[in-house]
Structure formats: C-alpha cells, structure tokens
C-alpha cells in the first residue's frame, strides 16, 4: 500500500516535474525568440514609444536619446504637445555635425518623432554646419516667441556613444538617468520676437555678445522670426545651406524668381552657367534653386575691388549675376537695387551707415529688419531685380568668360 501510494506519487511528482519543465522551457524558448537587441528602457520611459516604433528597438542609440532629450525638455519648457503646428524644431544634427568620429544623423530621428515636426509639416529647419561644430537643437513658438536653445555636451556624448558600442543596454539607461544639465550647455530660453528686439535691441545686444544660443544668435532669431511670417518651403532649403536669412539671402531668393519668370531653363542644371559676380549671400540661394553648384561647373565666383566697383555706372552698379543658357547661347545680366532694399524697410541713415559695424547692434538690427520688410516682396522679384543687358553668346565666349583671368563684365562691355 505505501509501496503503491509512494509508486503513484513518484510518478505524478515526475508528470508535475515533465510540466513544469516544458512550460520552463518554452518560457526559456520564448525569452530566446524575443527581439536579440530588447532592451529595458523602453519601458521606463513610455514618452520613448514613437520613436522606438520608428527607428526599432534593436537599433535605438544614444544619438537617438539625445534628440529625444532635448525635444522632450523643449516641450516642458515652452509647454507644448508633440505635434503642435506652433512650433518649429531647428538643430545642425545629421548636416554635418559630428561628436568625434560619430555622424549625428540619429538624433534627426529622436527631435522628429518626440516633438513630431519634420522636414514634411515645414516645421523642422536642417541647419547646414561644418563637421566640428557642436551639435545643437532650438525650439520656437510661433505664438509666444519664445526659443528654447540646448547645445550637447561633445564629451560627453562621445563617452555614451563609446559605452553603446560594448552595453548597449546599460549605455541607454545609464544615458537616459542623466539630468538635462549633464547633457546639454547651455540650455537658454529667450524671447526673440522680431517687433521686440528692433524696438528694444539693447538687451538683446548683451544676449549675443554672450552668445546665449551658442553663437547661433543670428541664424535662430532671423529663421525663427520668418517662418512665423510663413516662410516658402524653397526659401527654407535656401536658408538651411546658407544657416542664416540675411538680405543678402533674400537677394539671391528673389533674383532666382526673377530668372524664372524672364530667363527659363527647362534643364538649369545643365544648361546654365551662372557666373557670381560679385559674390554675396545670394548666391547659395541660386545653387539651391537651380541645382547651379560649383561642383557641376555650373557656377563660377568672381570677386570685383574696390576699384572695379568704381568703375561701374548707372544699372550696372547694381551688377549681381551673369546667366548664360549653353542651350539657347543667349545670356543676360541682373542687378539688385539696395537703395530700393532701404527704402522699402525704412531703414535709418545710421542703420545703413552701420551694416557692417559688428561691434554694435546696428549689424543684426539692420539685416533683421530688412529681412522682415523683404518677406513682403517675395513674390515681387522686379521691384529690385533688374536686366542690365541681354546677350547672344558662343560656346567659345562662354568658355573665355569663366575662364580665371578674364573680367566678363569687361569683355560684355559693361565696365570699362
Ligand atoms: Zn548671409
């Protein structure tokens, strides 16, 4: 009899056994068929979810988190929800700034699915910058112009990104523990509207001589401003390669439309050659619009002194632009009118005395308002671009007239 009940017993301890074993088993199994890269601070941070559903968790990265950081303190510090039409996201990340031998393009990815602005909505500006620059990120406001500005601490990011390579795991959550301020200097909030530093531009004098944005003072106030006036989205790539909108910018902006409307390409990339003569900020705008780069031999740079200057008379002292159509062999010459720029945007004889003085407030003063009085004339390219001259060329001029040495404003009779 105990024989019998310690026999039957065994054998159910064994079945119980054989269960539990299998259910261990397949629990083992299942832990084993789970995503290799699952990581534990997914669930930490339930705010992480868009952007873990949009980049894997198996690829989550340190430079992820970054702009998942500074979009997420954006968004306590101007108070706002993810996808709020109001706000404009603005960083250097991914064009071209790197943290050491580290491309920052994943924190592209953190700002866009945190904040939700992108590329797509025109909420989101690329700001080109050279590969060493400090990576950074702003936030603006269409409706308080308030900018929030965070600029990543390089070492410390190169030190994560070095731990990611080896634990991945513990370099996210030991990155995720991380205050804001152990991440990012500075982190500044200021208000920027446009009406108010013109008004009052002495306080904000002291803002940039402190560089509260990292030296991205100009480049923030004047993007931020404009795209709160409703920037066009080809005017905002203008703008990312050049980093900032000046007049200068503008000026290129509006002799692009002006070429357009009297000087069409169906091919500019390949049919113009452009020539820079001379060269200003306006000139990335025509690389942007018409494809016209350097690096295509479509555009040439050519630098007039003083002296040369002088020599120039009546509308071709407005001399910005030589296009030639290699297509057509025509050509033509434009000018912008900045007396007709100081006009429009009521500047004062100080203002304009002052340009260039950057030891004063004048020099940002002078461009930001221009800017915005500009902005009214976007689609009125003719109230300051004008055709100096028109012309039939041949390949072998057009040749002569980019080719080092030579003047083409000389050899087109237009300068003495
Ligand atoms: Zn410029």
Request: proline content about 5%; some cysteine.
């Given at each position: ?13 064994l079945?119980i056994?054989l269960?539990?074993?299998t259910?261990l088993?397949?629990?083992?199994a ?19 979810t ?8 198996e690829?989550?990265?340190v ?10 303190r ?5 108070g706002?929800?993810?996808g709020d039409?109001?706000?404009l ?16 393009e ?8 945190t ?6 909505k025109a909420?989101?500006i690329n ?11 702003a ?18 990011l ?24 152990e ?8 208000n920027i509207d446009?009406?108010?530093l ?6 904000w004098?002291?803002?940039m001589v ?10 923030l ?5 404009l795209?709160?006036?409703?920037l ?6 203008v ?6 909108i000046c ?12 070429i357009k ?7 500019p990339?390949?049919e113009?050659?452009?020539i820079?003569?001379?060269p ?7 690389i942007q619009?018409?494809?016209?780069n350097?690096?295509?031999k479509?555009m ?6 003083k002296?040369?200057q002088?020599a ?6 407005k ?18 009118d900045?007396p ?23 020099w ?5 308002k221009e800017?915005i009085?500009l ?16 012309f039939?060329?041949?390949p ?5 007239l980019?080719?080092?040495g030579?003047?083409?404003l ?5 300068m003495p």
């Amino acid at each position: 009899m105990i024989k019998r009940i310690s026999k039957s017993g065994i054998l159910v301890g064994l079945a119980i056994l054989l269960v539990l074993g299998t259910a261990l088993l397949s629990g083992c199994a299942k832990e084993a068929s789970a995503p290799s890269g699952k990581i534990s601070v997914v669930s930490d941070y339930p705010s992480l979810t868009p952007l873990v559903d949009f980049v894997g968790e198996e690829d989550l990265s340190v430079l992820n988190l970054v702009g998942f950081k500074a979009a997420d303190r954006a968004m306590k510090e101007l108070g706002f929800e993810r996808g709020d039409p109001d706000i404009l996201a603005l960083t250097d990340a991914g064009y071209i700034a790197q943290i050491g031998e580290y491309t920052s393009e994943g924190a592209l990815d953190g700002v866009i699915m945190t904040a939700a602005t992108s590329q797509g909505k025109a909420s989101l500006i690329n700001v080109h910058k050279p590969y060493n620059s400090p990576l950074w990120f702003a936030f603006f406001d269409k409706k308080s112009k308030n900018c929030v500005y965070l600029e990543a601490k390089s070492d410390v990011l190169k030190t994560y990104l070095d731990r990611e390579k080896t634990g991945r795991d513990a370099a996210l959550t030991a990155f995720m523990k991380l205050k804001d301020g152990e991440i990012f200097s500075p982190i500044a909030k200021e208000n920027i509207d446009a009406a108010k530093l013109l008004n009052n531009p002495e306080p904000w004098q002291e803002k940039m001589v402190a560089r509260v944005f990292g030296g991205n003072e100009f480049s923030l106030i004047t993007l931020c401003n404009l795209w709160a006036m409703g920037l066009p989205n080809d005017f905002m790539k203008v703008a990312e390669l050049h980093d900032h909108i000046c007049p200068g910018l503008t000026s290129g902006y509006m002799i692009t439309k002006y070429i357009k409307e009297n000087f069409p390409s169906a091919n500019p990339r390949n049919e113009y050659t452009v020539i820079a003569i001379p060269p200003w900020c306006k000139d990335d705008a025509m690389i942007q619009i018409f494809e016209t780069n350097v690096g295509h031999k479509a555009m040439y740079v050519k630098h007039l002194t003083k002296e040369q200057q002088k020599a120039l008379s009546g509308e071709a002292k407005k001399v910005a632009n030589i296009f030639i159509n290699k297509a057509t062999n025509k050509g033509i010459v434009v000018g912008f009118d900045w007396p007709k720029v100081y006009e429009v945007a009521e500047m004062p004889d100080e203002a304009i005395a002052k340009f260039r003085d950057f030891t004063t407030y004048w020099w940002w003063w002078g461009r930001l308002k221009e800017d915005i009085a500009l902005m009214g004339y976007l689609d009125k390219p003719e109230d300051f671009v004008c055709t100096i001259k028109e012309f039939d060329t041949t390949p072998e001029q057009i040749e002569k007239l980019t080719t080092a040495g030579v003047n083409p404003l000389v050899e087109l009779g237009i300068m003495p």
